[in-house]
């Protein structure tokens, strides 16, 4: 397996188009991600900024450009090999499995290897129970972990799917609007446990949130119409005259 | 459902109740006559192929109208071994199955060699359905094919495989099937009283080894919920890094060994093994019968396929022509209120709802979930 020098990026997107029926979701998309990285992308909506995880992750195909993680190239794998390359992804609005219990859900996440024979034949190993535990003390589910995952309240949810994202031990990890509908202790909880993850991974965050994104005190991409409008701190981006634009509205489209 | 695992010791009503499980079983043919033993055996046999459609449908999520394929093929595995041992038969030239003689066939077709060997067929009668749904499921799940567009497929292939079935005289005897009761195995008349017995015990105890293997093994631990998951939201579950389709692969080839094993028994107490088995309406009622005993719970499904068939004889004796109306409103009532099935229903509560609703119990007033906190840190 060739390692990436140390000044090569871990995620970079070449280039990177996606249409759907001619509609551009994302336009010669460029970025990179450095290992250890926390970034924040913002947008407003229709920015194309969960087409871009999709593309990541393998659910959607590019038309052009292409997207390495450690050097290599993820088109063409599926979403589950890309996941065992140790990308990992939290959904816009949680999806746990509810049928199942919070450790029962974080039991499948952190299990490998992730096969048939796998589960049936391999007991969790000493460690893995441990990292279960451990997390479920991070995520404030402790009490709880023997409880189906329907009956949490949205934002312990949430919480667990970030859970179920760290359990899994991934190098990148994409979190999709992680604070919608949690309350403000529960979103500063949320920003100090990225900012804690980051360091030992690299860390995309996707959110609306812009006190949520300030406290991440971190560098801000900022998509429009499927391509990257700007980026820097979250002071350069807000004071950005484009930014303010599309976000306001201020001016007319300049775009057909 | 978080802990499956009994308590060892066992507790004292349990060791009762299987006692007197074991008891009944052993009993029964001294209870009933020879021919409503009969009939609970094959009923029995059935539930074993309903177990593996709760295998596939209630915790996979796959709806299968195709079952009758595998459970044709086991009956069909067994029929063939029992007719090439059929000593008091009248025999065509060369010593073949009777039946050859009438389509002037010399040779015995390749495939019927093996079953010569009793081992071969008992591994045969599960190991070739779970093949040819290991097989057919593969190429389907491979493709991404759900929903209902996978039930559909099944049930085209199960018309394929009927059409197919039926047209081959000189193969199995095409539409007129293959007889057992007159064959001998182990020395006795397949069809006697003392054989039937026997295979009534036999189904007995296949049926429980089954549903213990299937609770123990598939859906007690973390494959299990891989299974739930899969039905649940199968794209979640690929961005853990889970290939859905071995598991499914897997499940469904599994169900189909099930199917295998249950058409063997159903078949020797019978008597006789035709396309019929592979009729679409009977793989539709073995869905009816998961459906209303219970999705997702085992032993619903099993007892779903006991009671039902059950029913149906004893409601076709008394009124014919009744029971079409009876099983379709048994579907509706499960399709309209009874999503869980009757033993669904009754894990959740049903019987203390009814009964707040007729007026005998007090309703409660907070949501029955909120009883089960175990302390006040749950909420925020």
């Known amino acids: 397996m060739p390692t990436p020098g140390p000044g090569s990026p871990l995620l970079e997107l070449a280039g990177v188009s996606v249409s759907f029926d001619g509609f551009l979701a994302l336009k010669n998309l460029n970025l990179q991600l450095a290992a250890g990285e926390l970034r924040a992308v913002i947008g407003p909506n229709g920015a194309g900024k969960t087409t871009f995880l999709d593309v990541i992750t393998g659910k959607v195909r590019p038309q052009a450009g292409d997207v390495y993680f450690r050097g290599r190239s993820l088109l063409g794998r599926n979403e589950h090999q890309i996941a065992r390359l140790g990308v990992g992804r939290k959904f816009q609005s949680p999806r746990v499995f509810e049928q199942l219990s919070v450790q029962e859900n974080l039991a499948l996440a952190v299990s490998t290897p992730k096969t048939p024979m796998g589960l049936l034949r391999r007991h969790l190993t000493g460690a893995q129970r441990q990292r279960i535990h451990h997390l479920l003390e991070v995520i404030n589910l402790a009490p709880r972990a023997h409880h189906r995952a329907g009956s949490l309240s949205h934002g312990q949810k949430q919480w667990l799917e970030i859970g179920m994202l760290v359990v899994q031990a991934p190098r990148l990890l994409l979190v999709d609007e992680p604070v919608a509908g949690l309350s403000d202790a529960e979103t500063e909880r949320t920003a100090d446990l990225l900012r804690s993850l980051a360091g030992d991974h690299t860390v995309l965050v996707i959110e609306h949130d812009m006190e949520f994104i300030r406290r991440l005190q971190t560098r801000v991409t900022v998509l429009h119409q499927g391509q990257v409008l700007c980026e820097g701190s979250m002071d350069q981006v807000q004071t950005d005259p484009r930014v303010v634009e599309v976000y306001l509205g201020a001016g007319q489209e300049e775009q057909p | 459902?978080?802990?499956?695992?009994?308590?060892?010791?066992?507790?004292?009503?349990?060791?009762?109740?299987?006692?007197?499980?074991?008891?009944?079983?052993?009993?029964?043919?001294?209870?009933?006559?020879?021919?409503?033993?009969?009939?609970?055996?094959?009923?029995?046999?059935?539930?074993?192929?309903?177990?593996?459609?709760?295998?596939?449908?209630?915790?996979?999520?796959?709806?299968?109208?195709?079952?009758?394929?595998?459970?044709?093929?086991?009956?069909?595995?067994?029929?063939?071994?029992?007719?090439?041992?059929?000593?008091?038969?009248?025999?065509?030239?060369?010593?073949?199955?009777?039946?050859?003689?009438?389509?002037?066939?010399?040779?015995?077709?390749?495939?019927?060699?093996?079953?010569?060997?009793?081992?071969?067929?008992?591994?045969?009668?599960?190991?070739?359905?779970?093949?040819?749904?290991?097989?057919?499921?593969?190429?389907?799940?491979?493709?991404?094919?759900?929903?209902?567009?996978?039930?559909?497929?099944?049930?085209?292939?199960?018309?394929?495989?009927?059409?197919?079935?039926?047209?081959?005289?000189?193969?199995?005897?095409?539409?007129?099937?293959?007889?057992?009761?007159?064959?001998?195995?182990?020395?006795?008349?397949?069809g006697s009283d003392a054989m039937q017995r026997n295979l009534f015990w036999l189904t007995a105890l296949l049926a429980l080894l089954t549903w213990l293997l299937c609770r123990r093994l598939v859906v007690g631990g973390r494959f299990g919920h891989a299974l739930l998951a899969i039905r649940d939201d199968e794209a979640r579950l690929r961005c853990l890094g889970y290939n859905p389709t071995p598991f499914k692969t897997m499940v469904f080839a599994l169900a189909g060994g099930l199917a295998g094993i249950s058409g063997a028994l159903y078949t020797v107490q019978s008597g006789i093994v035709s396309p019929q088995f592979m009729a679409a309406p009977f793989s539709i009622e073995m869905v009816i019968w998961v459906a209303v005993g219970g999705r997702g719970t085992l032993w619903g499904a099993m007892a779903g396929a006991l009671v039902i068939n059950m029913a149906k004889s004893l409601v076709s004796e008394a009124w014919p022509q009744t029971w079409l109306f009876i099983q379709g409103g048994l579907f509706l009532l499960v399709v309209t209120t009874l999503q869980g099935g009757v033993v669904g229903w009754f894990q959740e509560g049903g019987p203390r709802r009814l009964l707040a609703r007729l007026g005998w119990r007090t309703r409660l007033s907070t949501y029955p979930a909120l009883e089960l906190e175990t302390g006040p840190e749950g909420e925020d």
């Not at chain 2, 009503?13 to 499980?21: D, N, P």
């Open chain 2, 1 to 190: 459902m978080a802990d499956t695992r009994s308590r060892w010791p066992p507790r004292w009503s349990q060791v009762l109740l299987w006692g007197m499980g074991l008891a009944l079983v052993l009993a029964l043919p001294s209870l009933v006559s020879p021919f409503r033993l009969n009939l609970l055996g094959r009923y029995l046999s059935l539930a074993i192929v309903a177990l593996g459609i709760d295998l596939i449908w209630g915790y996979t999520g796959l709806l299968s109208l195709g079952q009758g394929i595998f459970f044709a093929l086991g009956g069909y595995g067994a029929a063939m071994h029992l007719q090439l041992n059929c000593h008091s038969c009248s025999r065509a030239a060369g010593g073949l199955p009777e039946f050859f003689g009438l389509y002037g066939v010399q040779q015995l077709p390749w495939f019927w060699e093996p079953f010569h060997s009793p081992w071969f067929t008992l591994v045969a009668i599960w190991l070739a359905p779970a093949l040819v749904a290991g097989l057919l499921g593969f190429l389907v799940f491979r493709n991404r094919i759900k929903g209902v567009y996978f039930s559909i497929l099944t049930q085209a292939a199960l018309l394929v495989f009927f059409n197919f079935f039926n047209g081959q005289q000189k193969l199995i005897n095409g539409t007129n099937g293959l007889k057992t009761d007159l064959t001998r195995l182990l020395g006795m008349m397949v």
